[in-house]
T-cell receptor
Framework: GAGVSQSPSNKVTEKGKDVELRCDPI?????LYWYRQRLGQGLEFLIY????????KSGLPSDRFSAERTGESVSTLTIQRTQQEDSAVYLC??????????????FGEGSRLTVL | AQKVTQAQTEISVVEKEDVTLDCVYE???????LFWYKQPPSGELVFLIR??????QNEISGRYSWNFQKSTSSFNFTITASQVVDSAVYFC?????????????????FGTGTRLQVTL
């Protein structure tokens, strides 16, 4: 598709289970970002990938969170031993690597995670 | 540390009214970028504008205008003659200087958003 695709769109899980969220960025976008949006809150930065550079993981809230990206394509965000506080919408965004459009992120519709 | 404050949680206006959304930021960087994003009810955030810290010229795009004032660390957004379709959550964001090697902004710090409701 033409936009950023995320799956699943909705995920309900039990506390303690692991979850995987997937993001397909726009083709040609070398930068990929994960953000978390709790209900009624702003966006919280989680992690940033750019090409083959080491990712910026400074926003990951705990070691239960990890993310991978294969080359300049799909990314997976994994949350292990989920807690109720992990309930949020997880947003993926991608962008071109060009100073002229830096910061112009294209967002997916998000994956809504509910931890019971 | 970078911080973006959007003090207005929710604003309600009647169609055709003008409305200004406030954004105040904090950063130690001398070079930085400011953004506005719109999140309509459908949920997908949409980029509206980018402004770098060296460019304090105000910008107008149709009914939208932005007022960047470095002296007060503010980057306010005004919608003129608001319409129902403007109803959305609007986020202001700040990034550090570009990573010149990659031409990308490594991360954006977002405010908590302002929900704008435009009614008939």
């Amino acid at each position: 598709g033409a936009g950023v695709s995320q799956s699943p769109s909705n995920k309900v899980t039990e506390k303690g289970k692991d979850v995987e969220l997937r993001c397909d960025p726009i083709s040609g976008h070398t930068a990929l970002y994960w953000y978390r949006q709790r209900l009624g809150q702003g966006l919280e930065f989680l992690i940033y990938f750019q090409g083959n550079s080491a990712p910026d993981k400074s926003g990951l809230p705990s070691d239960r969170f990890s993310a991978e990206r294969t080359g300049e394509s799909v990314s997976t965000l994994t949350i292990q031993r989920t807690q109720q506080e992990d309930s949020a919408v997880y947003l993926c965004a991608s962008s071109l690597a060009s100073p002229g459009v830096a910061g112009e992120l294209f967002f997916g519709e998000g994956s809504r995670l509910t931890v019971l | 540390a970078q911080k973006v404050t959007q003090a207005q949680t929710e604003i309600s206006v009647v169609e055709k009214e003008d409305v200004t959304l406030d954004c105040v930021y904090e950063t130690r960087d001398t070079t930085y970028y400011l953004f506005w994003y719109k999140q309509p009810p459908s949920g997908e955030l949409v980029f509206l504008i980018r402004r770098n810290s060296f460019d304090e010229q105000n910008e107008i795009s149709g009914r939208y205008s932005w007022n960047f004032q470095k002296s007060t660390s503010s980057f306010n957004f005004t919608i003129t003659a608001s319409q129902v379709v403007d109803s959305a959550v609007y986020f202001c964001a700040l990034s550090e200087a570009l990573c010149l090697n990659t031409g990308t902004a490594s991360k954006l710090t977002f405010g908590t958003g302002t929900r704008l409701q435009v009614t008939l």
